[in-house]
Every structure is written in C-alpha cells, then in structure tokens.
T-cell receptor, first 112, second 116 residues
C-alpha cells in the first residue's frame, strides 16, 4: 500500500555541521517527491522537490537524493543553522494524481 | 502575496459538540485541500476540491466530517459530533499548477483542535 516513513524520529546536530534526513517510501508508482519543513505552530513549507526521473537535485544549502532501487529519499542540509530547527517531512505523489502522502517526520534540533 | 488564511487558530470543545473551520486560499488557486495532522504524524489528506467540486474525499470520515466550497473560493470543514480522536491540527492548503502536472501546495497555519 501507500506509505512513506522516516528512519529516525529525531536528529540533533551542531550549528555549522551538515544534516542528513532520510525517508523510505514503498510505492514504486510514485513519480514525484517533496521535502517540507514545519516549524512549531506553522503549516508545512516547501523546501525542495524531485521527480522520479532524477536522482539528485540541489537548492540553496539543500540537496535531495533519490534512490529508486531501494526506494529511499534523503535531504541534506549544508552548514545547518539554528533557523533550520524544525520537523521535516517527505511526501510522495503517485503518478497521475495530485494527492500527496506524507511520512511521519524527523525533528531536527540544531545546537549552537 | 497573501498566504492561505485559516480561522480560528485554536479551538477547544467537548466531545459530541460541533465545530467548524474556515479557510481562504491564495487568490487564483483553483485547488484546495484539507488535511488532518495528528500530533507526531505527517498531514493526512481529508478532502480535495477543484473549484467547487470534490476531487478526492476517500479519507474523509463522512459520518461526522463534512466540507464545502460553495463558490469555489473559501471553504469550511465541519465536525459533528466530535470525538476525542479528532484532536489534531487541521491544515488547509491551496495549489497552483506550476509545470507538467506539478502542483505546488501552499499551507495555511492550521487550526489546532482539542476535544476533551
């Protein structure tokens, strides 16, 4: 069935370090993936996306990697800052649908 | 550009009472979504509207939840009667097609519902 999950519920890093947040998905028909950031008391905010025909996409300080062989998605944040502290969700979309299925989230804490 | 507006931001009710949430999407966004986010979990889609028509309501508990978007702009989500397990944040999102079947969803701040 459709499900998106995370390997770790929490991640704590030092300011300036790189962060890697992982996500496993099970629907091989998913063709589009998104990472969202959710700060306390706010709705999810789009960070970066990737289509299934790509294996890597870079943004400003963020990189998403997609491994379709093992159905794994990761978000890398370079030089992590205190403002990056939030819960990060991956979401997948099955081809031909607008419906997003979200994982449970990883709480990132950045220590000064 | 104004974002997705939701009200109220917080609501506390007793079980078996009724409650309604309101959402005003971003101007020009034809698609509107309601999600339920239980503490510690990712958002779960309840219902999706395209203009004033329902596209997907497969995960909406229709015995107690209802939603409408009569004029294709604002939307309301109602719960009647509420149960303890309905305690969650209710998120509204709207979307715009940006390219090739990709719809970027913008989320509102959510309404935190506590059922006691």
């Amino acid at each position: 069935g459709e499900s998106v999950g995370l390997h770790l519920p929490t991640l704590s890093v030092q300011e300036g370090d790189n962060s890697i947040i992982n996500c496993a998905y099970s629907n091989s028909a998913s063709d589009y993936f998104i990472w969202y950031k959710q700060e306390s008391g706010k709705g999810p905010q789009f960070i970066i996306d990737i289509r299934s025909n790509m294996d890597k996409r870079q943004g400003q300080r963020v990189t998403v990697l997609l491994n379709k062989t093992v159905k794994h998605l990761s978000l890398q944040i370079a030089a992590t800052q205190p403002g990056d502290s939030a819960v990060y969700f991956c979401a997948e979309r099955k081809g031909g649908s607008e419906k997003l299925v979200f994982g449970k989230g990883t709480k990132l804490t950045v220590n000064p | 550009e104004a974002g997705v507006a939701q009200s109220p931001r917080y609501k506390i009710i007793e079980k078996r009472q009724s409650v309604a949430f309101w959402c005003n999407p971003i101007s020009g966004h034809a698609t509107l979504y309601w999600y339920q986010q239980i503490l510690g979990q990712g958002p779960k889609l309840l219902i999706q509207f395209q203009n004033n028509g329902v596209v997907d309501d497969s995960q909406l508990p229709k015995d107690r939840f209802s939603a409408e978007r009569l004029k294709g702009v604002d939307s309301t989500l109602k719960i009647q009667p509420a149960k303890l397990e309905d305690s969650a944040v209710y998120l509204c999102a709207s979307s715009l097609q940006i390219a090739g079947g990709i719809y970027e969803q913008y989320f509102g701040p959510g309404t935190r519902l506590t059922v006691t």
